[in-house]
């Protein structure tokens, strides 16, 4: 009867291979399960903000993560205001003022 060994190299390559594989699966995983939370405001104020202190804004949407939609305010200061999406006059005009500031004059 003759039973076939596996030599040593070929050992190694497979235990290598074995390694290469496991560790794909624990990285796609890890990637799945990451500790990255999106920052997101929970609610909304429709209180006034004082145009001066406003330095930037974003639209938060459900489609990035969030729970609901916003309109997020950046003060001088780096704290973030959250006022409903676009649904009042005072929300638009410090959205028009921030982008007419972001234009290059002519």
Do not use: Y
């Not at 290598?16 to 990637?31: K, P, Q, R, S």
């Amino acid at each position: 009867m003759i039973v076939w060994r596996p030599n040593t190299k070929t050992r190694m390559q497979t235990a290598t291979v074995t390694l290469l594989v496991i560790a794909a699966v624990l990285w796609g995983n890890t990637e799945a399960f990451s500790d990255a939370a999106v920052d997101c405001c929970l609610t909304t104020k429709d209180t006034r903000i004082p145009i001066h202190i406003v330095a930037s804004f974003f639209h938060q949407t459900t489609a990035s993560g969030c729970a609901i939609p916003a309109t997020v305010f950046i003060t001088k200061k780096e704290k973030r205001l959250c006022a409903p999406p676009e649904k009042n006059s005072w929300i638009t005009k410090i959205i028009t003022h921030l982008e007419k500031k972001k234009k290059p004059s002519q």
